[in-house]
């Protein structure tokens, strides 16, 4: 494949990717969504004041929101993919604490092993975008 070719399947990718995390990044302002998301974060890492659960489903909202952002902006589609990567990382624990409780948070709770597998296929799809 052309370089031409590869670059432009990439541009698309970067596109869909960035229609994912503006999709996922603006449900986090939804209170219904607010109040599940903060309900999946972990007891051990939960704390109040301005690191409060539902505090923490907002700044990885904008987290989301900006990393899209940056994958669309050539200047700075490689810090935002790395960004994206170490926060698909760091969100981790909330889909585990949640795929360890599906009574509780029902179709949210995504099976751990389908969940971790396509958490990495996800960072490496960014990965891919921006190489």
Do not use: W
Request: charged fraction near 10%.
């Amino acid at each position: 494949m052309s370089s031409d070719v590869i670059d432009g399947l990439q541009l698309v990718l970067r596109v869909l990717l960035a229609l994912v995390f503006i999709g996922a990044g603006i449900t986090h302002f939804r209170p219904a969504v607010q109040r599940t998301m903060a309900a999946m974060i972990p007891p051990r890492l939960r704390r109040s004041g301005l690191a409060s659960p539902v505090n923490l489903v907002l700044f990885t909202g904008v987290c989301e929101i900006a990393g899209a952002l940056g994958l669309l902006y050539p200047p700075t589609m490689v810090v935002a993919a790395g960004a994206l990567v170490i926060f698909l990382a760091a969100v981790f624990p909330a889909n585990a604490y949640a795929a360890r409780h599906p009574k509780r948070f029902g179709r949210v709770a995504i099976p751990f092993v389908p969940r971790l597998i396509a958490q990495l296929v996800l960072m490496a799809l960014i990965i891919v975008a921006v190489l």
